[in-house]
């Protein structure tokens, strides 16, 4: 039994990694348009990466944070940030790509953050909401620090599909599945709904002026 709890936990970690590795990757790309030198890139991918984890982590209480602890979330950021500064000369549509590995990352992370935030004790609110912010705050400081229109607050359906992930993550709960199964079927929730919205244009309703 204990050595299933370590696997898992061992499993988990490799998905922490390389949701790190995605996001750093979304970040260089904006970088990339921006025309940035490598230093810009690594600044640019590890704010993208580690911000959404740091805020969570923040507000549960978390000290110190993860990459903290783990020097290996940074050092992933930084290698998968330079790749990228290599990389992406090749990737003609860079915001095509930048969408779709911007979409792996936030699913990714939405059902991590809710699993991080569940096993500290939070309640099924703050731990969907935790793991929409783990989603989506390392993407809005990406815009933020890159001088774009944060993604987050275009019509398109974005913390909607993490929303969506985290709650059926913590939905299947009471089902007895194991976690690595919720996991998935979290991921693929919320993926599906932004793959949906970014293939068919699906967008949530923006609000107008009456005189407009």
Same mark, same amino acid.
């Given at each position: 039994m204990m050595l299933q709890a370590e696997t898992l936990h061992e499993a988990a970690a490799i998905l922490d990694l390389i949701g790190v590795a995605v996001f750093a990757v979304t970040g260089a790309l904006v970088a990339a348009r921006r025309q940035m030198d490598p230093i810009g890139f690594i600044i640019v991918g590890t704010a993208t990466a580690i911000g959404g984890g740091t805020m969570r982590d923040l507000v549960l209480g978390v000290r110190p944070v993860f990459w903290v602890t783990d020097q290996s979330f940074l050092v992933v950021s930084v290698l998968a940030s330079l790749a990228t500064f290599w990389a992406a000369r090749s990737i003609r549509r860079i915001f095509k790509a930048l969408l779709w590995m911007d979409a792996v990352g936030m699913a990714m992370f939405a059902v991590?953050?809710?699993?991080?935030?569940?096993?500290?004790?939070?309640?099924?609110?703050?731990?969907?909401?935790?793991?929409?912010?783990? *989603? &989506?705050?390392? $993407?809005?400081?990406?815009?933020?620090?890159? $001088?774009?229109? /944060? @993604?987050?607050?275009?019509?398109?359906?974005? %913390?909607?599909? %993490?929303?969506?992930?985290?709650? @059926?993550?913590?939905?299947?709960?009471? %089902?007895? @599945?194991? /976690? +690595?199964?919720?996991?998935? @079927? $979290?991921?693929?929730?919320?993926?599906?709904?932004? %793959?949906? *919205?970014?293939?068919?244009?699906? &967008?949530? /309703?923006?609000?107008?002026? /009456? +005189?407009?």
């Amino acid at each position: 039994m204990m050595l299933q709890a370590e696997t898992l936990h061992e499993a988990a970690a490799i998905l922490d990694l390389i949701g790190v590795a995605v996001f750093a990757v979304t970040g260089a790309l904006v970088a990339a348009r921006r025309q940035m030198d490598p230093i810009g890139f690594i600044i640019v991918g590890t704010a993208t990466a580690i911000g959404g984890g740091t805020m969570r982590d923040l507000v549960l209480g978390v000290r110190p944070v993860f990459w903290v602890t783990d020097q290996s979330f940074l050092v992933v950021s930084v290698l998968a940030s330079l790749a990228t500064f290599w990389a992406a000369r090749s990737i003609r549509r860079i915001f095509k790509a930048l969408l779709w590995m911007d979409a792996v990352g936030m699913a990714m992370f939405a059902v991590a953050g809710t699993q991080k935030a569940t096993n500290l004790g939070a309640g099924p609110v703050v731990a969907v909401l935790m793991g929409v912010m783990t *989603a &989506s705050f390392g $993407g809005l400081l990406r815009d933020v620090l890159c $001088g774009e229109k /944060p @993604l987050l607050f275009h019509r398109e359906i974005y %913390a909607t599909a %993490a929303l969506i992930g985290a709650g @059926l993550w913590l939905a299947l709960e009471p %089902a007895g @599945l194991a /976690p +690595e199964v919720r996991s998935i @079927l $979290g991921f693929v929730a919320a993926f599906g709904v932004r %793959a949906a *919205a970014i293939r068919w244009g699906i &967008s949530l /309703p923006n609000y107008r002026h /009456p +005189e407009a």
